[in-house]
Every structure is written in C-alpha cells, then in structure tokens.
T-cell receptor, first 113, second 113 residues
Framework: QKEVEQDPGPLSVPEGAIVSLNCTYS??????FMWYRQYSRKGPELLMY????GNKEDGRFTAQVDKSSKYISLFIRDSQPSDSATYLC?????????????FGKGTTLSVSS | DTGVSQNPRHKITKRGQNVTFRCDPI?????LYWYRQTLGQGPEFLTY????????KSRLLSDRFSAERPKGSFSTLEIQRTEQGDSAMYLC???????????FGEGSRLTVL
C-alpha cells in the first residue's frame, strides 16, 4: 500500500459544478497537508496549506482534513474551465527543512464550458 | 513568478550522454530542494540544500546523479550516462520562511532517446 492514495481520474464536470477531490493516507504521523495545481508541462503551484485537522477556505477553494479517517479533500466551488488541471495532494509529518513531501499521483480535472 | 528560474526548460538527449540542469532562486532562499516527477506520478524528493550544504539525499539519487549549490545561491543537478528511465520533469523548489510550504519552479523536462 502506498503512503498516499489519490484517484487519477480523469474527472470531467460542467462549468459551475462543485468539484470534490480526495486523498487517503496510511501514515498517522502526517500533520501538514497541501494541495497543488499543475497545468500541463508546468511546475506544481501551491493552492492550499493546512496543519492538522479542520477546514480552510480560500476563495472558491476549501480544504478539509480528517485525521481520524486519514482522509483529505479539496472542494472547488463554481468550477471554471481555467480550473482544468491536475491536482496533487501532498503531506509531511513535520515542517522541518529536511522533511520530504509525499505526493499523491494527482487527479486530472476537466471543466467544460 | 514562481520564485525560481530553471534552465533549460526542455532537454532532449541520447542515452549515455550527460546533462546538467540549473536552478536560480529569484531571491535569497537558504533552503533549496530538487524533486523528480515522472509521467502520471507525483513529484518525488531527490535532495535538499541548506545554503551550500547538501543535507539530505534520497535513495533515488543514484551515483549517476550529482547536485551542487556553490556559494548557496544557484544549484545544478547533473545526470551522467543518462538512461531512458531518467526521462522526467526535474523540479527545483524552495521552502517559505518559517513555514512548511514548498514552492516549485516551472521544471526542466528531460527526454532520453
């Protein structure tokens, strides 16, 4: 079992839909959780950064962490064609400098107009 | 503005050749990372520099790979005797001050024929 599992999709939705993206993980030591957006042939762009459990909202994006279930989610409201990209979850046990982030494989999202 | 500039953006080479990638932080970042991302996968940690000191190396970094960061500014990643399995996106990243957030550059894509 991989440390971080993420359904690769593809996920196709119409413009304006609410999108739910998810990751599960096996290492209970993970405390720092991130979501990245990656357009084709570009580097990952940090969208959300959360610590421990709870919710965090930023504009149309909401990140949720449920440590008891080892499950994290990213919700996108009022999805736009410009949201079409691959979304990567990432996590680590500490935020110390030498700690590597563990990434999921990414979910490819397509939003049609 | 991703905070780091990577060159070349794309390199096509024949198997057995040596290649070098360069990462230039736009502003001063004492914590610099290299990750590798193969097609359909999330980024994987390769190595980490604190200023000019290479403090962490992944077992993914075989003896054909060498990374340097002279004077704690730009960094280079060299791959000797390239193999087709080295084809990937090589990502440079830096960590935000006082946080665990990791910010990536646009990446250097390697294609080994």
């Amino acid at each position: 079992q991989k440390e971080v599992e993420q359904d690769p999709g593809p996920l196709s939705v119409p413009e304006g839909a609410i999108v739910s993206l998810n990751c599960t993980y096996s290492n209970s030591a993970f405390q720092y959780f991130m979501w990245y957006r990656q357009y084709s042939r570009k580097g990952p762009e940090l969208l959300m950064y959360t610590y421990s459990s709870g919710n965090k909202e930023d504009g149309r994006f909401t990140a949720q962490v449920d440590k008891s279930s080892k499950y994290i989610s990213l919700f996108i409201r009022d999805s736009q064609p410009s949201d079409s990209a691959t979304y990567l979850c990432a996590m680590s046990a500490t935020n110390q400098a030498g700690t590597a982030l563990i990434f999921g494989k990414g979910t490819t999202l397509s939003v049609s107009s | 503005d991703t905070g780091v500039s990577q060159n070349p953006r794309h390199k096509i080479t024949k198997r057995g050749q040596n290649v070098t990638f360069r990462c230039d932080p736009i502003s001063e970042h004492n914590r610099l990372y290299w990750y590798r991302q193969t097609l359909g996968q999330g980024p994987e940690f390769l190595t980490y520099f604190q200023n000019e000191a290479q403090l962490e190396k992944s077992r993914l970094l075989s003896d054909r790979f060498s990374a340097e960061r002279p004077k704690g500014s730009f960094s280079t990643l060299e791959i000797q005797r390239t193999e087709q399995g080295d084809s990937a996106m090589y990502l440079c990243a830096f960590k935000g001050r006082g946080t665990g957030e990791l910010f990536f550059g646009e990446g250097s894509r390697l294609t080994v024929l």
